[in-house]
C-alpha cells in the first residue's frame, strides 16, 4: 500500500510543482519507489519541471476515459529508476477528472508503489479538491506572504472537513507545512512575515524552509528537478525535508542570511 | 560619483511591515475559522432581518445596508434600513413582499 501525499496550497504560484517534482525525485533517490501525478489538468506544467515533456504520449484524462491503459501513460524517470510521473492533459479542463476515475489510477498505482505524490492545482475547486481527496498526508506548501498563509488556513480546512479520511471519520491527514521562497534577508529587516510568525499562525509541523533562490528557475530551464543540483541552497534544503518526511532528524538551514563579504557587496553577488 | 553615493547612503529609516502582517493574519483567521463550519451566514442574516422589519414597516429591499468590520477584541455589525417616506408606502409594500 501506498503512502498518498498531496502537495498543496490554495494560492497559485507559490511552489507546489517545484516542490512535488523535488520530493518526488528525492523520497524515488531515497529507493522508495515513487510516482508523482500532475492534477493541473488545463495547465500542465510538472512535465516540463521534470523535463520529460517531450515524452508525454498519454495522460491521466486518457486513462481514466479508457483511451489509455495506467502504464502506457507512466513515463518513467531515466535519472532514477523509481520514479515515473503520470502527466497531467493539457487540451482538457477539470471537469474530465472524474473522483471513480482518479479513485481508480491511485488504487491501482498503490499496488506497487510506496509513496503517491499528487501536484494539486491552484484554488479550492474540483481539481484542487480531488488532488487532496484521497490524501493521507498533505504538504501545504506557503510563502512568507499575507494571502499565502490566509490562503494556507483555507485549504487546511478543507482537508479536515473534505478529504476521504474526514468523510470516512478516519484518522485525519497528517500536515506538513513547507515554506518556500524564504529570504532571510528580508525577513532580518522585518519586510517579510519570519518562520516564528507562520508557524505560529498555522500551527502544523514544520517540514523545510526552501530558500529563495536562483537556482529554481536554472533547474526549471533545463528540466532537472531542483533537489538534483545539490549545490544549492534550495536543492539541499528540499533533500533536507525529504529525510525529516522519511523520519530523519535534521536540523533546519538557511534560516539566517547568507554573510556577504565586502566584494559580493560591491559587485552584487547572489544567493546560489 | 553616483556609485559611491548609493554605496554609502544610508538606508532610509522605513518602519517594518512584518509585523502589520501578522497582527492582520492573525485576526482574519480567528474569524475565518470560526465561519468556517457554518456556510456563511451574513446573507441569511441580512434577508431575515429585511423580512422582520417589513413585517412592520413598509421597506425597500434594496435600500438596506449591512456590513461588518472584524476587529481584534470588537466587531461591529451595523445594519443600515432606510425607511421610506409615508406617500410611497402603497407601492414599496408591494415591492417588499
Ligand atoms: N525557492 C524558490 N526560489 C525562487 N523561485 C522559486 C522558488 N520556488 C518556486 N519558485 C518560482 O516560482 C514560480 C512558481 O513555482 P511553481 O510553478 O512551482 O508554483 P505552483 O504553486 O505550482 O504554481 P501553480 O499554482 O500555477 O501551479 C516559478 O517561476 C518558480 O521557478
Ligand atoms: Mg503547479
Redesign the interface.
Known amino acids: 500500500m501506498a503512502e498518498i501525499i498531496v502537495v498543496t496550497s490554495g494560492k497559485g504560484g507559490v511552489g507546489k510543482t517545484t516542490s512535488s517534482a523535488a520530493i518526488a525525485t528525492g523520497l524515488a533517490q531515497r529507493g522508495k519507489k515513487t510516482v508523482v501525478i500532475d492534477f493541473d489538468v488545463g495547465l500542465r506544467n510538472l512535465d516540463l519541471i521534470m523535463g520529460v515533456e517531450r515524452r508525454v504520449v498519454f495522460d491521466i484524462v486518457n486513462v481514466i476515459s479508457g483511451e489509455a491503459r495506467l502504464n502506457q501513460a507512466l513515463i518513467k524517470d531515466k535519472r532514477v529508476d523509481t520514479l515515473s510521473i503520470l502527466p497531467a492533459s493539457q487540451t482538457r479542463d477539470k471537469d474530465a477528472l472524474t473522483k471513480e476515475g482518479v479513485g481508480k489510477i491511485i488504487d491501482e498505482l498503490s499496488k506497487d508503489h510506496d509513496f503517491i505524490v499528487c501536484d494539486s492545482p491552484a484554488g479550492i475547486e474540483k481539481g484542487a479538491l480531488l488532488a487532496l481527496y484521497f490524501a493521507d498526508q498533505a504538504i501545504i506548501v506557503t510563502n512568507p506572504?499575507?494571502s499565502s498563509?490566509?490562503d494556507s488556513?483555507?485549504i487546511l480546512?478543507v482537508l479536515q472537513?473534505k478529504s476521504k479520511r474526514a468523510e470516512e471519520k478516519r484518522d485525519p491527514v497528517r500536515e506538513h507545512l513547507l515554506v518556500t521562497r524564504y529570504d532571510p534577508a528580508r525577513?532580518e529587516?522585518?519586510?517579510?512575515?519570519?518562520l516564528e510568525?507562520i508557524r505560529e499562525?498555522l500551527a502544523i509541523p514544520l517540514l523545510g524552509v526552501i530558500p529563495e533562490s536562483e537556482s529554481v528557475l536554472k533547474a526549471s530551464n533545463t528540466g532537472n528537478p531542483v533537489i538534483m543540483d545539490q549545490e544549492s541552497a534550495a536543492g539541499q534544503a528540499y533533500k533536507d525535508a525529504v529525510g525529516r518526511f522519511l523520519g530523519d532528524k535534521i536540523e533546519h538551514r538557511f534560516l539566517e542570511p547568507a554573510k556577504k563579504g565586502l566584494f559580493s557587496r560591491?559587485f552584487g553577488g547572489r544567493a546560489a | 560619483m553616483s556609485w559611491l553615493a548609493d554605496l554609502f547612503k544610508s538606508r532610509k529609516p522605513e518602519p517594518p511591515t512584518a509585523s502589520n502582517a501578522k497582527e492582520r493574519l492573525q485576526i482574519v483567521l480567528a474569524h475565518e475559522r470560526i465561519g468556517r463550519t457554518r456556510e456563511d451566514f451574513l446573507p441569511k442574516l441580512q434577508m431575515e432581518i429585511v423580512a422582520v422589519v417589513a413585517r412592520y414597516v413598509a421597506i425597500d429591499p434594496g435600500r438596506v445596508n449591512v456590513s461588518l468590520d472584524r476587529g481584534g477584541d470588537m466587531s461591529t455589525l451595523a445594519i443600515e434600513i432606510d425607511l421610506p417616506g409615508p406617500p410611497a408606502t402603497a407601492n414599496r409594500r408591494a415591492a417588499a413582499g
Do not use: A, T
Open positions: 506572504e499575507v498563509v490566509r488556513d483555507r480546512g472537513s525577513v529587516r522585518g519586510e517579510m512575515l519570519k510568525d499562525i560591491l
